[in-house]
């Protein structure tokens, strides 16, 4: 059965669809917009679970020792990408740049597709899995016993536990990854365009990282605008 659609993703589609309609009003091809009047629906906040620095030491040895040849590859990349884990794991290895270091992440969320930079540690993980791939299969996380993607959710569950983290899910990575780049300076522009999303709006729901950038200038600022002054 097809997934019941979030309140946010309704959201989304009802904005598109009245920016059409409300083109179609200017060409005179209808005499109003349908949409105009209607309330949209009501959205959660989102998680805003974020991993602290012990818990990702603790997590990386974890997944380091895993049973799954991939998951450590796979948990290293989000955190230091912000990809997410499907745009992970239906990732090509014809869409591996090695000399570049990028990725090319073409089947994305929003449908946009975009690149992402990678670390030297995670090109290191795709250099060992590259050599021990099966040359008919296309995926990077190819599963062992079908040409499908790889299941990596018992591995994962497995080592949360071994690493004593609660409440966390694939999806916090991506939410770690944003808040360790905001607190490394990065503006909502840049955060929106490595997060691959479509509106600044989306990331609302990231609403720790409002002082954290902030932070970083306001001393600064408070310097420069103060200096000379008496107190």
């Known amino acids: 059965t097809e997934a019941k659609r979030t309140s946010a993703t309704v959201n989304r589609y009802f904005s598109s669809l009245s920016a059409v309609l409300s083109h179609a009003v200017r060409l005179k ?4 917009n349908p949409c105009f009047g209607l309330s949209k629906l009501k959205e959660n906040s989102g998680r805003d679970r974020v991993l ?6 603790r997590l990386l040895p974890c ?3 895993s049973k799954s040849p991939y998951l450590y590859c796979i948990v290293l990349m989000s ?3 912000g990809a997410r884990q499907g745009e992970i794991l239906n990732l090509e290895w014809r869409h591996v740049d090695f000399n570049n270091r990028l990725a090319y992440l073409k089947e994305t ?3 946009r597709p975009r690149s992402v930079a990678l670390a030297d ?3 290191e993980e795709f250099k060992e899995l590259y050599e021990k791939r099966d040359s008919k299969k296309s995926l990077v996380f190819a599963s062992k016993t079908a040409f499908g993607r790889v299941d990596i959710k018992k591995a ?6 071994r690493a004593a983290i609660d409440d966390c899910r694939a999806h916090d990575m991506r939410h770690t990854f944003c808040t360790l780049a905001a607190q490394q300076g990065a503006s909502n522009l840049e ?10 709006s989306m990331l609302q729901r990231y609403t720790h990282l409002d002082a954290q950038v902030t932070k970083k200038f306001s001393k600064t600022i408070s310097e420069q605008i103060l200096q000379g002054v008496s107190t």
């Open 156 to 161: 994962w569950k497995e080592a949360l536990k």
């Open 52 to 57: 602290t620095h012990d818990e990702i030491f």
């Open 29 to 32: 091809w209808i005499n109003e």
């Open 79 to 81: 955190l230091t990408t």
């Open 109 to 111: 969320k929003n449908g």
């Open 121 to 123: 540690s995670v090109i």
């Open 191 to 200: 955060l929106a365009t490595a997060m691959g999303h479509r509106t600044l």
């Open 63 to 65: 997944c380091r020792q």
